[in-house]
């Protein structure tokens, strides 16, 4: 009898219940969706998640930690603010670009949750503060190190990058007009306006 690889196995869970997610929408789809979407029974995918709130969170998981790790990649190299900032900026984009799935999906649950009167504030940020972080850092060293204006404020850059990054989960998840060429152009020329 064939091993199972149950890591694979998880994998196969997430990427066929994202793919459910994004077309049916979140709160449509149910456990037993999930398992025939991954050709396993109910009893079986109980072993893997406990309900699929489980396995919506290891797919955010899987798509903020290559973010995560990206930025902290990229505060590590031996490069210039500006170049960081673009190779983060860059790389980020990229993610959430081979991620559209993903996106639409937490934009449906976002969406769902404030429907329901809550504020999901508290759930994105828990998710987004490591970027923050990053975009706060590089720009702190970039304005220590001379490679940005004096008068850049870290916080309030680092605030600005990310709205770049809201403004392109909207466009991909929302209205389908996201093109990774205009977005990475329009990070370049807001890293540029810091230049000292």
């Keep these: 009898m064939p091993r199972i690889d149950h890591e694979k196995r998880r994998r196969r869970i997430v990427a066929e219940s994202v793919r459910l997610f994004?077309?049916?929408?979140?709160s449509k789809v149910n456990f037993g969706m999930i398992a025939q979407a991954s050709g396993l029974s109910r009893t079986i995918l109980y072993t893997y998640f406990k309900d699929k709130r489980a396995i919506f969170?290891?797919?955010?998981d899987l798509v903020t930690g290559k973010i995560r790790s990206t930025c902290d990649m990229c505060a590590a190299m031996n490069a210039n603010a500006e170049e960081k900032l673009r190779r983060v900026c860059l790389t980020v984009f990229s993610v959430l670009f081979d991620n559209?799935?993903?996106?639409c999906v937490i934009a449906d649950f976002l969406t769902n949750l404030r429907r329901k009167g809550a504020t999901p504030v508290d759930k994105v940020r828990a998710h987004t503060e490591g970027l923050l972080r990053a975009f706060q850092r590089i720009?702190?060293?970039?304005v220590s190190r001379?490679?940005?204006?004096?008068d850049v404020d870290p916080r309030r850059a680092a605030d600005i990058l990310y709205s770049q990054y809201e403004a392109l989960a909207l466009r991909i998840a929302v209205t389908g007009t996201a093109d990774i060429s205009s977005s990475v152009a329009a990070m370049d020329e807001l890293v540029r306006a810091f230049r000292a």
Excluded: H, P, S, W
């Design 57 to 60: 969170n290891e797919a955010i």
């Design 146 to 150: 001379g490679d940005f204006r004096a």
């Design 139 to 142: 720009v702190t060293e970039g």
């Design 100 to 103: 559209r799935d993903y996106v």
């Design 22 to 26: 994004a077309t049916l929408g979140y």
